[in-house]
């Protein structure tokens, strides 16, 4: 048996024959060889897949030998074995073919393979056309007479073997050895090529699934998406948002950037939506901007609330944004719920206030019946009470000062549940009348003292003259709303210090607890609407987190600002706020 793996060749004497045994070297011979290579390469450059490539390759094999089979090992995670057989095979016979491609693969540098893994992997490709008949007996009593092993190279780099098998003794022609080798060149590159177009197209199919894919993830949103180029153009958006825009009736085939459109456009949201795009071509996010997308007579506006992100380009060497992607949000429901708790809550507060005001106003006559009574006893009979204070009288008085100060408190919290959405659209009025700063104070502390056993109250004031043009009620609901909270904050109780002092020609009021104080990252989200501290949004510590979302935007509306530290001691917090002295001529009295 001849079995052998045949390395590139150097050139031999015999390889000079031609393919019928002739001298090579006459014009004839050569023109044939060339005329028959031609042929070969066509055939291989024609080829649209390994099998077209599999039976050129037969093709020009049975031109040169008998042949049994034909094997081509490729490598590759997984490695790939065609067996292309001439005729049928018997099992014996594959068995050994899979052990002889197994120790040649060995040789050439092949990764380790064995014979069991050849046989399981195996793609068998008989093509009809070059399968010839054989008898069962001639199909069992067949053996392997001669292989030979060709490494599959293209430019020094082994990318396979080409096996051939054939059951007579010889069969393979050390003479034609360089033109076979010649063959399974031409297959290695055909092969390489068919792979290299499978892999492309399997990544074009892949890309195309997953761009599918994408389109239809994009359609099905609930929200509006819209792409545009670096102008503001739009150049791609979907099912939602295409709705949206034909209500504005805008054409977005034009490649015309959205605030050119929105020129000329009667559509307002188209504007705002303008404006935002072009914030974002600015390298800006926008998040949750609410637009509103059709007129403001309909009960609950149609209203859109748009997040608008700069695309970037992936090489990074442009600095602006090469476009804008934006996500459109229906938030018309959540604003009708907004709405109905709105009206709700209003309504519920309205009915609270007029008994309250019963309450407070009966209070406020009894406090100053026991008042008055107590110091006509005092003037009157010195000698029948020699201690005021041990008068029932002055049981009374005192209930009541709780009374008083806890109706103040209800009064606060109806007044910032009525006040809440006029405050978040700042749409409420302040009246501007001229009192004192310090007596507002004062008042504001005694009535919080009269409810706070447990805490110690002190004000100080730095100012003499504490005139001030403001509104009243409003700083009063300021005030009692920080006060509020440095007793409830504080539970186990403790100083409360109240400071009015002047600063860069303002009032400036503290109101230091010794409370369970605030971390500094939450500083400004406990000014935002039904924002509460989650270890404070416990019953333990009662509220509905609207107290200083008002009292910010009143002293906001006053041309002031608040804010608060921590104490230096690590105890408690300290509210600033500040209250010009007098309105600025700018119309802050509105
Ligand atoms: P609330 O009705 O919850 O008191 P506020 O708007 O008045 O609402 O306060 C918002 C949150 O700020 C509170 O829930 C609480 O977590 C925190 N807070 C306010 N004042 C203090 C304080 N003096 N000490 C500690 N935490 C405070």
Known sequence: MDSSVHPRFPFIESELRSFHGQAADTPTTISQEMEYINTIGKRFVAAIDR????????????????????????????????????????????????????????????????AEQLANSAYFDAPDEVVEYRTQEDIEGAQIGSVLNIPLTIENRIIGMLSLFDVVVGAFDTNLLKLTSMIADYAAVALENTRLRERETALWRQAEH??????????????????????????????????????????????????????????????????VIDQGLMGKTAMNQELMASGRQEIVPLTLSISVAPLHDVSGKRILPIGVVAVLNDVTSTKQVEQLKDEFISVVSHELRTPLTAIKGYTQHLIRRLERRLRKARTTQPEVTPSVTDLPENYDLHSLYVMQSQTEHLERLVNDLL?????????????????????????????????????????????????????RTRVSQVIGN???????????????????????????????????????????????????????ASREYAGI???????KAI???????????????GIGTTFHFTIPRKPSSKGDAS
């Open 482 to 536: 920080i006060l509020d909270n440095a007793v409830k904050y504080s539970p186990q109780g403790g100083e409360v210090v109240v400071r009015l002092e002047e600063w860069e020609g303002n009032y400036l009021v503290s109101v230091m607890d010794q409370g369970i104080g605030v971390s500094p990252e939450l500083f400004d989200h406990i000014f935002e609407r039904f924002y509460r501290i989650h270890n404070t």
């Open 545 to 551: 987190g609207l107290g200083l979302f008002v009292a």
């Open 210 to 275: 997953e761009r599918q894919r994408l389109e239809l993830i994009i359609n099905s949103m609930a929200e509006g998406l819209l792409i545009t180029d670096a102008q503001g153009a739009i150049v791609s958006l979907n099912q939602f948002a295409r709705c949206l825009l034909a209500q504005a009736k805008i054409d977005f085939q034009t490649a015309m950037p959205l605030r050119e459109v929105a020129k000329k456009s009667n559509v307002l949201w188209l504007h705002q939506l303008a404006n």
């Open 419 to 471: 006040d809440r959405s006029r405050m978040r659209e700042n749409q409420f009025t302040l009246e501007y009348t001229t009192f004192y700063f310090a007596d507002l104070l004062a008042e504001c502390v005694r009535l919080a003292q009269a409810s706070a056993e447990q805490h110690t109250f002190s004000f100080i004031i730095q100012q003499q003259n504490t005139q001030v043009v403001a509104d």
């Open 555 to 569: 002293v906001d509306g006053h041309g002031g600002k608040i804010w608060l530290t921590n104490n230096q001691h």
């Open 51 to 114: 099998f077209h490539v599999h039976r050129a390759l037969l093709a020009a094999l049975q031109e040169r030998y008998g042949l049994a089979a034909c094997c081509i090992l490729l490598k590759g995670d997984p490695f790939e074995l065609f067996i292309i057989p001439c005729h049928p095979l018997s099992t014996s016979f594959l068995e050994e073919m899979f052990q002889k491609i197994a120790s040649a693969a060995h040789v050439i540098d092949f990764p380790l393979v064995s």
